[in-house]
């Protein structure tokens, strides 16, 4: 039986502009017509309330980028978009446009807080588990909120995967010999001589692999040459995914 996500972004503030800082399911329907109304319901309302001058895709956008979107509320309304030339504090979508037309206006202008996922099975979800000392699952830190990463797309959690190289791998080494680090030493040294910002050093008595990439796709090839990974993707169920949720949501109220 199909199953309706809807997913709902969470956001911070650096000052500048609102961003996304992470995500949690909100509610699963079995119905798809129920769960396309309430997705609507909430996407037009986030998108109604938006403060335009602290929208991520709009505080520092150039004149070809708001331009469109001026032309797109003029044309259906009559009014201009933005009191002046840009977005100013407290610029909001005109009450006149309809809610099709505030869908519209938010997928051109990049505004989104919520997600619906549709599953023809049960659902299911990749996340990264990180190896170490403190091993633990990939999760997005914020001042008020601890997420969770994960999507429905393995491809889209692979590339998240340039995230954590940053926080946990940059300028990092992996030391060893290539048949030290690698069943299949070879393919690993071609990996390397043909991948940026990967490279093997070797010196006497000391050689080792440093990693100043942040390619997903590269460090996930690197990863499954590697006898000791530095990570993981694990497939979650709905289920897991909630309980970890929630288990969050209680370590951010301490």
């Known amino acids: 039986m199909a199953k309706y ?12 502009c609102y961003y996304i800082s992470g995500s949690n ?15 609507r319901k909430l996407e037009v309302a986030h998108i109604r309330s938006a403060e335009l001058s602290e929208q991520s895709s709009l505080w520092d956008a150039g004149d070809d980028e708001l331009k469109p979107l001026n032309d797109f509320v ?15 504090y407290n610029d909001s979508l005109p009450t ?19 997600k619906l996922v549709t599953f023809e099975n049960e659902p299911l979800f990749y996340a990264i588990w990180i190896f170490g ?3 633990d699952w990939h999760k997005d830190y914020d001042e008020y909120s601890t997420s969770l990463v994960y999507s429905e797309s393995r491809e889209e959690i692979i590339e998240s995967i340039g995230d954590v190289a940053y926080d ?53 090839a690197l990863n499954e040459l590697l006898k000791e990974p530095l990570f ?21 109220e301490y």
């Open 168 to 220: 946990q791998w940059y300028d990092y080494k992996i030391k060893g010999t290539l048949e030290e680090l690698s069943d299949s030493p070879a393919l690993l040294a071609s990996l390397l001589e043909n991948t940026k910002k990967m490279k093997f050093v070797e010196k006497p008595n000391k050689s080792f692999i440093k990693l100043k990439s942040e390619d997903g796709a590269a460090l996930t």
């Open 74 to 88: 003029q044309s259906k309304t009559g009014k201009h978009l933005f009191a002046g030339d840009r977005p100013e």
């Open 5 to 16: 996500v809807i997913r709902q972004y969470q956001f911070g503030y650096n000052d500048e």
């Open 25 to 39: 399911i909100l509610k699963v329907y079995d119905n798809e017509a129920e769960a396309e109304a309430a997705y």
């Open 232 to 252: 993981a993707i694990k497939e979650l169920s709905l289920e897991q995914v909630l309980e970890i949720e929630e288990e969050l949501a209680e370590e951010s």
């Open 133 to 135: 000392e403190d091993e």
């Open 96 to 114: 006149e446009l309809t809610d099709d037309e505030v869908l519209e206006f938010g997928k051109l202008a990049d505004i989104q807080g919520y």
